[in-house]
């Protein structure tokens, strides 16, 4: 190594201990100021590292929430067994709030034609699963970087007695002083990982060495092309008439619902070349990866008003 | 430090969101799909070039209405730092939003326009900068291209602020001559004025020092969470998590527990997996004490030779941020300060401070928004108090609306005092 990069070198790493440290506190105020916090955990990147968060910051004790997945049903396989794994290793109990359910039971109507996704629908599922277990508070892996309604997005985030944020009526938050005060059927979402970029993920998880599921890396994969993306082939997400499927190296930059997460054309197969990738990308990853994001300027800010994520 | 964390302020006529743009734009940070939908938003506006101030107005009423509500989070790094920019609208009614983007900042880029020079926006954003204790200023003196770069011109704002600074005591104050909408000395040196002999702006905030104060005060740790595992292995263990306020601790060290009152050592200092035999200020840890004591969240271990003050009463400056209501002498609320959040009363508005010209009215009826003044604060339970201006962590605190829940003022911490003479 030359000295230049064993100073980069050092400088991410004295830059990784203040995001962690930073993390570890916003962890630690969950699990003081309320009584049933869970952790949503959906198997992608960001959660991963929120997970080694947790486990962190309450080291040599367990961490002193459950872990809870919105499962729209159509996840990718390998990130389903990946989550089970990784939550049995931690021991945490695992709460699954399912779309599939929600509309077997009529309690949600599935969109219908080729472009329907059951992006929308995780936000009513989420929010019944806080009313049901009486969660007042959900960790999420959200961070600021990724889109400009989240930018403007508190650490701690108020929901009213409908889930809903709103942008123009958040709660100052100042220092370290991180108000989880609320009244009954209010909750909070939180977002300890605010603060860190795609880039700190991936240098976090090199270092933490942290396992992540296989469809991040370069593989092999039947796909077709919409809207300059690439969809992956697969029952939940049926081709229009001019779409054709071919084989391509692929990997994902986000890990989400089948129907509206593309793959990136990509040969890195570990996390050091996905890191000199990701340094080197020049669209941001809800741009190459969320067909959700693309609808309009503010497809998010409306998102978040209703409840999501 | 390798990263570093300043706010902006300016209003809305001053080019922040475009200087801004440009230093995200200039250093390569802004992506293909980003600026695409951008160059479509600029269009939408009846715009023929890219609006950089567009980067940075997230929500849709502001960009509809061309300003900035709410104080944004943003992010860029280059070889040699890791920054975090806390934008925010510098308008006299969005004072609460730059008091939020100032509490976790080293550091503050002003904006002045270099054809109006010091006006009372500056002058407020100067105060809240000096009030916030952050000591290192850069003023960004913007606009240059349209007083033809002149030197004379800028010599002479300098001069202003440079007036202003040692009015506030702003220690560091670095003034640099720009154009936001051309990109001079913003990451690229300047053309146009040769008679400046500085840095960019880019190039100062890679290489500024910023010096941090909690790492040479005295220990402060207020514990956050206790950790009692309850496993075969740590059958007796009992941790005290929280993250070191200020100053450093070692195992061994003897330390003060408040509001026991009761010196012990630390046993040894624990983070996951590994026991360190010391953690400074900003570092995230567990501490276990060699005695066996009642010690909980809101408790504090510090530094047995120069504690706090434990007190119910002191004084502070706050600023009031509830736009529903107003602040009335004798009102009650939560205040929540380090780990601790206690039942108390402002007891009295002892001064209003006019931020513009600094003048200080004594024993005003109210704070309505975005007002700020001197106050007494009485607390039902001790308090550990050190003053704001030698410890930002614990010198810092909210009030939260006992009905509402929500947080309706900051506070920073002056002196501590005693029991009131007549009760």
Known sequence: MTITAIAEESMRHRELDALEAEAVFIMREVAAE?????????????????????????????????????????????????????????????????????????????ESGVRASRNRLQTPVLLEAIAEHQLDAAIGGARRDEEKARAKERVFSFRDEFGQWDPRNQRPELWRLFNGMHVKGEHMRVFPLSNWTELDIWHYIEREALEIPSIYFAHERDVFERDGMLMSVSPHLPMLPRETPFRATVRYRTVGDMTCTAAVASTAADVRTVIEEVAVARVTERGASRADDQFSEAAMEDRKREGYF | MDLLRFVTAGSVDDGKSTLIGRLLYDTKQVFEDTIVSLRRASEAQGLGEINLALLTDGLRAEREQGITIDVAYRYFATPRRKFIIADSPGHVQYTRNMVTGASNAELALILVDARKGVVEQTRRHSALTALLGIRNVVVCVNKMDLVDSSEARFRKVEGQFRQLADHLGVEHVTVIPMSAVSGENIVHAATTMPWYEGP????????????????????????????????????????????????????????????????????????????????????????????????????????????????????????????????????????????????????????????????????????????????????????????????????????????????????????????????
């Open chain 1, 34 to 110: 309320f009584e049933r916090p869970a952790l949503l955990f959906s198997g992608g990147k960001d959660s991963i590292v929120l997970l080694r968060i947790a486990e962190k910051a309450f080291w040599p004790a367990k961490f002193p929430f459950p872990v809870m997945h919105v499962d729209t049903g159509h996840n990718f396989p390998e990130v389903i067994e990946f989550r089970d794994r990784r939550v049995a290793e931690v021991g945490a109990r695992l709460l699954v709030a399912s779309v599939q359910e929600a509309i077997d039971a009529g309690r949600v109507v599935e």
């Open chain 2, 200 to 423: 960019a702006l880019l190039e100062f905030l890679e290489t500024v020092e910023v010096d941090d104060p909690a790492q040479h005060g005295a220990l402060r740790f207020p514990v956050q969470y206790v950790v009692r595992p309850h496993t075969t292995t740590h059958h007796d263990y009992r941790g005290y998590a929280g993250t070191v306020a200020s100053g450093s601790v070692h195992a061994g060290q003897e330390v003060l527990v408040l509001p026991l009152g009761v010196r012990t050592r630390v046993a040894g200092i624990d983070r996951y997996r590994e026991s360190p035999g010391c953690a400074q200020a900003g570092d995230a840890v567990s501490i276990r004490l060699e005695d066996e004591l009642d010690v909980g969240r809101g408790n504090m271990i510090t530094d047995a030779g120069a504690p706090p003050a434990v007190t119910n009463r002191f004084t502070a400056d706050l600023c009031w941020m509830s736009d529903t209501s107003k602040l009335l002498p004798r009102q009650q609320f939560w205040i929540k300060h380090t780990t601790r959040r206690v039942r108390c009363v402002v007891e009295s508005l002892d001064d209003r401070l006019n931020v513009p010209d600094f003048a200080r009215e004594t024993a005003p009826a109210a704070f309505e928004l975005n007002e700020i003044g001197r106050v007494t604060v009485r607390t039902l339970e001790p308090v550990f108090v050190d003053p704001y201006a030698t410890s930002r962590d614990t010198g810092s605190f909210i009030l939260i609306d006992v009905a509402t829940r929500r947080t309706v003022a900051a506070g920073m911490m002056r002196e501590a005092l005693g029991e009131p003479a007549t009760a």
